[in-house]
């Protein structure tokens, strides 16, 4: 898809930071980072979602370059986490499979505040009902 963000950046038409790359997939630091280290995983072919693609060995691919970043970065025995975000439910912003490599806190702030906004609303949501069987 030509006008995807991600795949012009596997094509080299968008400046990144590129830390890894294939033939297949292209790793860059993440320009938003919601960790000390984040790292996008990015399949170069185009897929909607990762419900989309069938490839095993293209996302086998994406598992073993997991580990090769954190074997890359040391941080093969200190630990990391790996995300893959699907559908908009599911947090995907950007329509073009890719793998969130993260390390360093526990549990980073951006991801701390999609879990909060989701208790605020199921307060309310609970607070409605309970309002609404009480007048019933």
């Given at each position: 898809?030509s006008?995807?963000?991600f795949?012009?950046i596997g094509?080299?038409e968008v400046?990144?930071?590129?830390?890894?790359e294939?033939e297949?997939?292209?790793?860059?630091k993440?320009i938003?980072?919601?960790?000390?280290?984040?790292?996008l995983?990015?399949?170069?072919?185009?897929?909607?979602?990762?419900?989309?693609?069938?490839?095993?060995?293209?996302?086998?691919e994406?598992i073993?370059?997991?580990k090769?970043l954190?074997?890359k970065?040391g941080?093969?025995?200190r630990?990391?986490?790996?995300v893959?975000n699907?559908?908009?439910?599911g947090?995907q912003?950007?329509?073009?499979?890719?793998?969130?490599?993260?390390?360093?806190?526990?549990?980073s702030?951006?991801?701390?505040?999609?879990?909060?906004?989701?208790?605020v609303?199921?307060?309310y949501?609970?607070?409605?009902?309970?309002t609404?069987?009480?007048?019933s």
């Amino acid at each position: 898809m030509s006008d995807c963000i991600f795949c012009r950046i596997g094509r080299k038409e968008v400046k990144s930071d590129i830390v890894l790359e294939s033939e297949r997939l292209i790793a860059i630091k993440d320009i938003n980072p919601q960790a000390p280290t984040h790292i996008l995983i990015i399949p170069k072919a185009h897929y909607g979602t990762l419900m989309d693609c069938d490839d095993k060995e293209l996302l086998a691919e994406m598992i073993e370059t997991a580990k090769a970043l954190a074997r890359k970065l040391g941080l093969d025995k200190r630990g990391f986490r790996t995300v893959i975000n699907t559908n908009e439910e599911g947090g995907q912003t950007v329509f073009h499979p890719h793998m969130h490599f993260m390390a360093g806190e526990r549990s980073s702030a951006g991801w701390d505040k999609t879990r909060r906004r989701k208790k605020v609303w199921l307060r309310y949501y609970r607070a409605r009902f309970a309002t609404a069987a009480a007048c019933s």
